[in-house]
């Protein structure tokens, strides 16, 4: 995401999260309307602690987009903790579809096509390091730690600050 789009989707955050419960409700109504196989996934769940993780986890991410380091580790272990659940990679673009409805509803007309690419650039950017984390934890933990490994002879990576 570039500095442009982390502002856009900050900005709306106030309205978003003016409108967390309205958000959730929404979110979860239209991700079970087209995914029956997510509903599937929260049959025993209680669904006012999950809508409230949902707004808890859309929070940090906001306030992480400029800090990679710590949006992967929080998005990361949300990932592996997924497979878990029974998550499935096709999961993440009925989830995705089910966000953007529910933006769209609290933001109203505030949900230009500028914003709606924000928010999407930032669920890409989510979904992806979810998918990988999953991957890796649904994965033997020899082939996961292979995963994690430097190649052999290749250059080591530094960090110049």
Same mark, same amino acid.
């Given at each position: 995401?570039?500095?442009?789009? $982390?502002? $856009? ?5 106030? =309205? ?12 979860? &109504? @239209? ?6 196989? &997510?509903? @599937? ?13 949902? $707004?808890?986890?859309?929070? =940090? ?6 800090? %990679?380091?710590?949006?992967?580790? &929080? ?14 990679d096709h999961h993440f673009d009925t989830v995705g579809e089910a966000l953007i409805d529910a933006l769209h509803q609290v933001l109203g007309d505030g949900f230009t096509p500028e ?10 950017? $989510?979904?992806?390091?979810?998918? @990988? ?6 994965? %033997? ?21």
């Amino acid at each position: 995401m570039n500095p442009d789009q $982390i502002q $856009i989707v900050r900005g709306a955050w106030p =309205v978003v999260a003016a409108g967390a419960d309205t958000l959730a409700s929404r979110f979860y &109504a @239209r991700l079970f309307e087209i995914d029956q196989g &997510a509903a @599937r996934l929260f049959g025993h769940v209680d669904m006012d602690a999950q809508r409230k993780k949902l $707004i808890q986890t859309l929070a =940090v991410v906001v306030a992480s987009l400029d800090d %990679p380091d710590r949006l992967l580790n &929080a998005v990361g272990a949300l990932g592996k903790r997924h497979v878990h659940y029974g998550v499935e990679d096709h999961h993440f673009d009925t989830v995705g579809e089910a966000l953007i409805d529910a933006l769209h509803q609290v933001l109203g007309d505030g949900f230009t096509p500028e914003v709606q690419r924000a928010w999407l650039e930032a669920y890409t950017l $989510i979904a992806s390091v979810m998918r @990988r984390a999953l991957v890796r934890a649904s994965l %033997p933990e020899p082939v996961a730690e292979q995963l994690t490994q430097e190649p052999p002879g290749s250059p080591a990576l530094t960090r110049t600050s």
